[in-house]
């Protein structure tokens, strides 16, 4: 059973993968699935999969909430500001996060400074940690003072539904509630797929599928929310090195990426160029991250991305908003994450283990508070 291709360019092959012959296939297709699913990250570091168990219908309410999140005020959006790599959790502004591959904080200083990143976003994380609560809009949005960019709260018929507007788009604290449930879903439905897509990579190193379960099953991830706005193509135009996002790899394990149909996510090929993963509706784009790179020993790959400029402006001289939806899939944040059986033959030249064992959580804070 060949997988089809959803990119081929310059030595780059990403698959497009039918999960469901994983999820509810026979055993020969699941098997098969599974291996398509590692040589897809062995090769390339990314895969789409088709036929997964999100229904589209929750993606689109999901991206509807993140749309409806990010017409609010500054101030309001600010309220629930991002605060530490620890928590990871909250809002950055415009700006404010650097994405790259660079490690030193002085040297991003100076990045961000030139080439920031052209995106806001939103951070969700599990529910229920100590110490690391989620920044959610009914918490804090109604402690704003009554007026904001001088549109006023207000009480509505008597009744204690508050609401605030900006440019026309009411905001009201069952829509905050609304926004929460539909988070909390989401997260959780991402966290199962996390699981299932761990299960294929066991299955395809030949290790009983349940091998990532203990690793997986606290839900240590980050759902992001993000949003590239509105931005004329002349800005594009005066710094041939402006970006929506710089060119990276993610930090954890795996990441579910959920694309609108506006492009712009490009991904490195084998021969250092960036070519287009084109939105395919449907589809999430799940790509490899450093810490299983680590964890498989290098058998598995972390390819750089971007976000660019979109193929074309599709408004005049503008380039419309982009929405994406990145769920970032890590171990159990108390988890030791050593080199996986298979994956390495101490004293056979090539083989040899690499890296030293490392815990997942303080391996991935140290990661976050570089990028901030």
Not at 34 to 51: M, P, Q, S
Not at 164 to 191: I, L, P, W, Y
């Amino acid at each position: 059973m060949a997988a089809e291709t959803a990119v081929s360019k310059d030595s780059l092959h990403i698959p497009l993968i039918d999960f469901s012959l994983f999820t509810s296939g026979a055993s020969t297709a699941k098997q098969e699935t599974a291996r398509a699913v590692l040589h897809g990250f062995t090769t390339a570091g990314f895969i789409y999969l088709k036929n997964h168990p999100i229904p589209p219908d929750v993606v689109e309410a999901v991206f509807a909430q993140s749309a409806r999140f990010f017409t609010r005020p500054k101030a309001q959006k600010e309220a629930l500001a991002w605060t530490t790599a620890r928590a990871n959790r909250g809002y950055s502004a415009l700006g404010q996060e650097k994405v790259t591959q660079l490690t030193d904080r002085g040297e991003i200083e100076k990045l961000r400074d030139g080439v920031p990143d052209l995106k806001e976003s939103f951070e969700i994380g599990r529910e229920g940690e100590e110490g690391c609560p989620n920044q959610w809009p009914d918490e804090k949005l109604y402690s704003q003072p009554n007026t904001i960019n001088g549109m006023t709260n207000g009480v509505t018929n008597g009744t204690s539904t508050h609401s605030t507007s900006t440019n026309g788009v009411a905001h009201t604290e069952a829509e905050a509630k609304e926004f929460k449930t539909v988070m909390q879903d989401f997260f959780s439905r991402c966290q199962s797929l996390h699981m299932l897509v761990m299960r294929a990579i066991a299955l395809g190193l030949s290790l009983p599928e349940s091998f990532f379960d203990s690793y997986t099953d606290t839900g240590d991830n980050t759902l992001r929310l993000l949003h590239y706005p509105e931005v004329s193509k002349q800005v594009f135009a005066q710094n041939q090195a402006q970006v929506r996002a710089g060119a990276h790899t993610d930090y954890g394990s795996i990441t579910l990426l959920f694309q609108d149909g506006r492009g712009g996510l490009q991904v490195q090929s084998p021969e250092g160029t960036y070519v287009d993963a084109t939105p395919i509706a449907g589809t999430i784009v799940v790509n490899a991250a450093d810490l299983l790179a680590r964890w498989s020993n290098d058998v598995i790959k972390s390819t750089k991305h971007r976000v660019v400029e979109p193929p074309a402006p599709l408004e005049g001289e503008v380039h419309p908003p982009r929405y994406s939806v990145a769920y970032f899939c890590n171990p159990n944040s108390e988890k030791a994450i050593d080199a996986i059986p298979g994956t390495y033959e101490e004293g056979v030249p090539g083989r040899e283990k690499k890296y030293e064992m490392v815990k997942s959580g303080e391996y991935l804070m140290r990661r976050l508070e570089a990028t901030y």
